[in-house]
């Protein structure tokens, strides 16, 4: 049930009516789960509003399907889908109050008065905004219109809600604020749910699940901690998060596990990550958050370790950031609470160490 | 106190910059002497007839049933003309901005057409078609005599003359409107109708209200179409006023009418400046995006698109008779080709040609240069009467040209201003009733333009006449050329005031056009105005051309 988009592409026109030669939504297959929240997640132009407005009806795809509850909806028009989108702009109505813009949807259906009343105070009350109800829009700030729009779109309890990067006109606290807001809202309803960003921070915290999409096609989909620790390959990892990518090769297995050989260094990976014969010529995805700068006369804790010297140094309070030259590569790491061990300064030589556990490889192509 | 704190620190402050105290002396001069000074002198003219005294006039005047009559026809026509040019605009417009229907192109061709006429060209196109000898009334249809003077033939030629001013409008309200919340509605559940009725019209109420006031001035000031086609039977203010003064030689009769003229004109214009301008939404936020679904059904789109064909159907038989009339050797009973009505219009006209350019082409420059320079003080300057500035500049929008030619004539034909019959009154004239619209162009395009730009020059120690010439000039340079369009437009195709104020040395063309209207030489009038249209295009891509590419400047006409 819930959404499920079967080999849905789209190619936008020119005015004259040519076909573009590029695809904006590539053959793209999808299962969202009743209940569930997913974001598509990708760089501007990766097809992730497109493949939303389809959903909505706002596009028509050229070629698949689209199902909502079971049912073929791909031929309807947006008023003829049970779906409801939170806009980008908002797209409050600036010629209605607060009130009625949340009761545009029921007022359409022609419900009774009261119920409107008692629909539109409820939903008012769940986004914070009972004592506004009678201003105009253009007397609230952006994230109260964020509200509004939010109230609109959910009083009409559509199957499913729609975000086209709702958040994307806030400032950075507010975001954050909304962000959880909205996730409290979507879990308290139980309501499906399709998010729009381009914020990986956002669609980390706001997700059960994340489709990673980059030019027209989906790359990866997962769970937040899925996509994060293991990326199908260097786009996702670059994507979400930062990454060092180290050479290595698979030089065998033992036991459950698999060996790895990253330099001359031997070390073991866990078997769940495993899935190339010896000899594979590997590229481990290292977060810079495990790599670990140890004093050189300190001796190195980790399993791998390597000699380096520090290139750059970013004190950033709760964190530093170092760039680390080891044998010509520039190794990326981000090292919490600074002051506990000591800022390295540049030119400093420091041992470099990282937990192969957590590593993730992937083939080179 | 604190208001009169601020007078004194803006006081203050204007002191420290003489060159900008007297730009704002010197522009209020200006305004006073031949905007307000006229307009007054037309009111205490009024009240100076020797027989009924004072207020008597008025009285005398109302209880005159025929004054009355030329009242209710005036504002009734207004009405009208106003009511249904917004619906042809609205239309157009709509079907431009909301729909994809093909040739675009010349749905906005022909909406401009009509701008770049003399504005009682309608009325000799209707005489042509409808008239004695007209086209369709006696060629096609076999009726002769068909009374096509009155409220019929003027709505008419009103309607096609002033649906462009809606569509222009109109246009850029329905594209100041964002597609997301007319997609935001069919999301909720609208139908196409219910985005239509309840979204799309609300949001677009406030310019639709501004365009019929704009209209109902213009129809109200309108002189050339009614001084044509309204006929006896059909008395309006605008020409009853005309007709007292030149007829009757009764000043203070055509001084009182022209006073009662002004009422519904004002009222129109404060209403629509101060009230219905406050309340126009502002809904184009964050990234445009256009809406793949269409507005309309494919249906409705065709009926849309054939409803424009038919108007556009219109406008091309309006002007294509014009054309084909100065070109028959007696129109409506020798169509064979001829060029002799232009063999005679260069015998009586060439002198007028001269005169219309001259004024032109003196009136177009300042009344351009003034237009930049007010927009200027008024968006970026603070000083006392700033309002009063504006108020009385965007006045002369107003103003019926019946109304200040009286007023010019009054004004002007005694010491210390004598100015009756000469160059300069034409010239002053058009220049303080067209330069509103560079004003216009001036003010939307310093709104775009942040005003840290000109704070940074300041900020470098750039005086106030160098920040202007340096920095904002250039800026304003676009809108500057938009407005030297269309005040050559107005002072090439001007009638009502002209009229007033030509003389045997100094003559108009188109005051020419409408002698020989009256005289029933429509052949004759048909091919001046060719000439005269063909004279605007040919300046409009001369400038244009001088524009682009002699100063590089990205153009934009507005209108």
Redesign the interface.
């Known amino acids: 049930m819930g959404v499920t988009l079967k080999n849905v592409t789209k190619r936008f026109r020119s005015?004259d009516g040519e076909i573009s030669a590029v695809v904006a939504v590539d053959n793209v297959s999808l299962d969202i789960r009743d209940g569930e929240m997913v974001t598509l997640l990708g760089p501007s132009g990766c097809g992730k509003t497109t493949t939303l407005?389809i959903i909505?009806?706002?596009?028509?795809p050229d070629a698949g399907r689209v199902l909502i509850s079971g049912e073929d909806v791909t031929d309807r028009?947006?008023?003829k889908r049970d779906?409801?989108?939170v806009?980008?702009?908002?797209?409050i109505?600036?010629?209605l109050s607060v009130f009625e813009n949340v009761a545009?949807?029921l007022r359409?259906?022609k419900a009774a008065q009261a119920e409107v009343d008692n629909r539109v105070s409820k939903m008012l009350d769940l986004v914070g905004l009972s004592d506004m109800a009678r201003r105009s829009p253009d007397q609230l700030s952006g994230g109260q219109q964020q509200r509004v729009a939010l109230a609109?779109?959910i009083v009409?309890e559509p199957v499913v809600l729609l975000f086209d990067e709702p958040l994307s006109?806030l400032d950075a606290k507010l975001r954050e604020q909304m962000r959880l807001e909205i996730r409290r809202i979507q879990q308290t309803l139980g309501i499906t749910s399709v998010y729009v960003t381009h914020d990986q921070a956002e669609a980390m915290s706001l997700s059960d699940r994340i489709v990673i999409m980059n030019e027209g096609s989906i790359a990866q989909t997962g769970t937040p901690s899925e996509i994060y620790n293991r990326p199908v390959n260097r786009f996702v990892a670059e994507f979400v998060g930062r990454a060092n990518f180290i050479d290595a090769t698979v030089a065998g297995g033992a036991g459950g596990g698999m060996v790895i050989d990253v330099h001359g260094h031997r070390a073991e990976i866990p078997a769940a990550s495993c899935r190339y014969p010896a000899g594979t010529r590997v590229e481990l995805v290292v977060r810079p958050e495990t790599v670990k700068l140890f004093r050189s006369d300190c001796g190195c804790a980790s399993p791998v370790c390597f000699a380096g010297r520090v290139t750059r140094v970013v004190y950033m309070g709760s964190v530093a950031e170092y760039d680390v030259d080891v044998e010509g590569m520039s190794l990326l790491a981000v090292v919490a609470g600074p002051a506990e061990h000591g800022l390295f300064s540049v030119g400093e030589e420091v041992q470099v160490g990282f937990a192969v556990n957590v590593a993730h490889p992937l083939a080179v192509r | 106190m604190r208001v009169s704190f601020r007078l004194w620190r803006q006081m203050v402050r204007l002191s420290k910059e003489p060159t900008l105290l007297l730009s704002i002396i010197a522009i209020f001069a200006l305004l006073a002497v031949f905007i307000v000074y006229p307009i007054v002198m037309v009111a205490v003219r009024s009240l100076s007839s020797t027989d009924a005294p004072g207020l008597g006039i008025y009285s005398r005047l109302m209880l005159s049933p025929y004054v009355r009559r030329s009242l209710y026809n005036s504002l009734v026509m207004g009405a009208a003309s106003a009511v249904i040019s917004c619906a042809v605009g609205f239309l157009f417009a709509y079907t431009v901005t909301r729909t994809d229907v093909p040739l675009k192109g010349l749905l906005n061709f022909m909406a401009v057409v009509p701008i770049v006429s003399p504005p009682f060209l309608g009325a000799v196109s209707v005489l042509l078609l409808f008239g004695a000898n007209g086209l369709i009334t006696s060629k096609l249809l076999g009726i002769y005599n068909y009374p096509i003077y009155g409220f019929k033939g003027l709505l008419f030629a009103q309607v096609v003359t002033f649906f462009p001013v809606a569509y222009l409008t109109l246009k850029g309200v329905l594209e100041s409107i964002s597609p997301t919340l007319e997609d935001a509605a069919m999301d909720l559940g609208a139908s196409r109708w219910e985005v239509f009725s309840k979204i799309t019209l609300p949001l677009a109420l406030p310019g639709i209200a501004s365009a019929l006031l704009v209209i109902f001035i213009e129809s109200l000031a309108d002189f050339g179409n009614p001084l044509i086609l309204a006929g006896s039977d059909f008395p309006t203010l605008s020409v009853q006023a005309y007709l007292q003064i030149t007829g009757m030689y009764d000043l203070p009769s055509g001084a009182a009418l022209s006073v009662v003229l002004l009422i519904p004109s004002i009222t129109a214009f404060v209403v629509q400046k101060y009230w219905v301008d406050r309340r126009k939404y502002v809904t184009v936020t964050g990234k445009p995006t256009s809406t793949a679904i269409k507005s309309v059904s494919r249906p409705v789109k065709w009926v849309l698109f054939g409803a424009c064909m038919a108007i556009v159907g219109v406008v091309i038989l309006f002007y294509g008779v014009i054309v084909a009339g100065s070109f028959a050797r007696l129109w409506g009973i020798d169509p064979s080709f001829s060029l002799k009505n232009y063999q005679y219009v260069w015998g009586v006209g060439s002198e007028a040609i001269r005169d219309t350019l001259t004024v032109a082409a003196l009136s177009t420059p300042i009344s351009g240069l003034l237009g930049m320079a007010i927009a200027f003080l008024v968006v970026r300057k603070s000083f006392p009467g700033k309002r009063a500035m504006d108020f009385i500049s965007m006045l002369s929008f107003a103003l019926p040209g019946t109304v200040v030619g009286i007023g010019y004539i009054l004004a002007f034909n005694q010491k210390p201003i004598l100015l009756t019959g000469t160059l300069a009154i034409l010239v002053l004239n058009f220049v303080f009733r067209y330069f509103p619209v560079g004003i216009q162009a001036g003010v939307a395009t310093l709104r775009q333009v942040d005003p840290s730009i000109e704070e940074a020059a300041a900020n470098l120690g750039a005086d106030s006449a160098t920040t202007f010439r340096k920095i904002t000039l250039p800026l304003m340079a676009p809108a500057f050329f938009s407005a030297l369009v269309f005040a050559f437009v107005r002072a090439m195709t001007a009638i009502s005031a002209a009229i007033f104020l030509v003389s045997a040395d100094w003559n108009l063309m188109t005051v020419q056009i409408l002698n020989q209207v009256n005289s029933g030489r429509l052949g004759a009038a048909a091919a001046f105005s060719v000439i005269l249209v063909g004279l605007i295009v040919v300046a409009m891509a001369l400038i244009r051309l001088v524009v682009d590419k002699a100063l590089g400047i990205k153009y934009q006409a507005r209108f």
């Open positions: 005015p407005r909505a009806g706002f596009e028509l028009p947006p008023n779906t409801a989108m806009f980008q702009s908002y797209a109505f600036p010629h545009f949807g359409l259906r609109r779109a009409n006109n």
